[in-house]
């Protein structure tokens, strides 16, 4: 496990760099084509992609929780819940992380956050109705084990980064259009507006590409893992995988399901829809997978 959380906290550095190089390089390319000296431009993107770090990791998982349609929700609301979430903390040695609902009948889960001080559990409402307390119980487990193992970080920021580069994008198309029109008489001005305009076409293609470039370089190997951890956790590895089939047979996709979020949550947030090309660039390995290893522990 202590690998798991060195590798993970590796592995947001290096997602990070990989972000500021992006944007130094769109700097740098806007300067190339308009003719200017890029050093101003370079400034800026580097500032832009430090700001947007920085961002990300103090406000990602804000960003996920909202983009889900998540409610903030006190002991007194779910008894239920936020006893299980504490009882299981306590096993765990983990602070009891902030609970939040998502008024959807998809059963679904996520955990969000940047360290387990500062961590969040989002439930769907139909994960609670559907499932049995064993089962909710190793739901619960496994999220709180992202949490322990430093998941949520790299996940969380993996939101926002791939969120800005496609914000970035409208920006550009947006910018580059019109800046272009007030610019026409202006060779300069006209100049960086047609070099903003093609970028802005160019990440527009790119970055919903480069959002799932994000996400499959996170392995699909912690979700083994935060299984295998919260059925340690729980002792009872038959609650999970029952909870696994049972989110696996509801097929219709979530309310706010979001390319940008779906790698966050216990189970493809689009249901049963696009399986093939699912398979192909999933962040998730195949439920039955997960429920085969589970079986196969020995606890």
Not at 87 to 95: D, E, V, Y
Not at 132 to 138: A, F
Not at 161 to 188: C, E, K
Not at 260 to 272: C, E, K, M, R, V
């Amino acid at each position: 496990m202590y690998n798991q959380i060195a590798l993970n906290k590796r592995r947001t550095v290096i997602l990070i760099a990989v972000f500021i190089a992006i944007i130094l390089a769109v700097g740098y390319a806007i300067s190339i084509i308009s003719n200017n000296n890029p050093s101003a431009y370079l400034i800026f993107a580097l500032g832009f992609s430090l700001v947007s770090s920085l961002a990300g990791y103090y406000s990602g998982d804000k960003m996920a929780l909202w983009s889900a349609g998540a409610v903030s929700i006190q002991k007194e609301q779910n008894p239920y819940v936020y006893r299980m979430v504490e009882n299981l903390c306590i096993t765990a040695g983990l602070p009891a992380p902030k609970v939040y609902l998502i008024p959807d009948p998809a059963p679904n889960a996520f955990a969000t956050g940047r360290d387990p001080k500062h961590a969040s559990i989002a439930l769907t409402t139909g994960l609670i109705e559907r499932l049995e307390n064993e089962e909710l119980e190793g739901v619960i487990a496994h999220e709180l084990s992202h949490i322990k193992n430093y998941d949520i970080r790299l996940m969380t920021i993996a939101v926002a980064l791939a969120g800005t580069i496609v914000l970035l994008s409208d920006w550009f198309l947006h910018m580059g259009f019109f800046g272009g029109r007030r610019n026409d008489n202006n060779r300069g001005g006209g100049a960086l507006g047609t070099a903003v305009f093609v970028l802005g076409i160019i990440m527009m293609i790119l970055a919903p590409l480069i959002a799932q470039l994000i996400q499959l370089a996170i392995s699909r190997r912690r979700e083994f893992l935060a299984d295998a951890s919260g059925a340690l956790l729980t002792r009872y590895p038959a609650g999970l995988a029952s909870a696994l089939r049972k989110i696996s047979e509801y097929k219709q996709p979530m309310i706010n399901a979001s390319n940008a979020t779906a790698h966050l949550y216990i189970s493809n947030p689009f249901g049963g829809s696009g399986k093939r090309l699912a398979a192909m660039f999933s962040t998730h390995p195949p439920i039955e997978d997960r429920v085969k290893a589970l079986g196969e522990m020995i606890i």
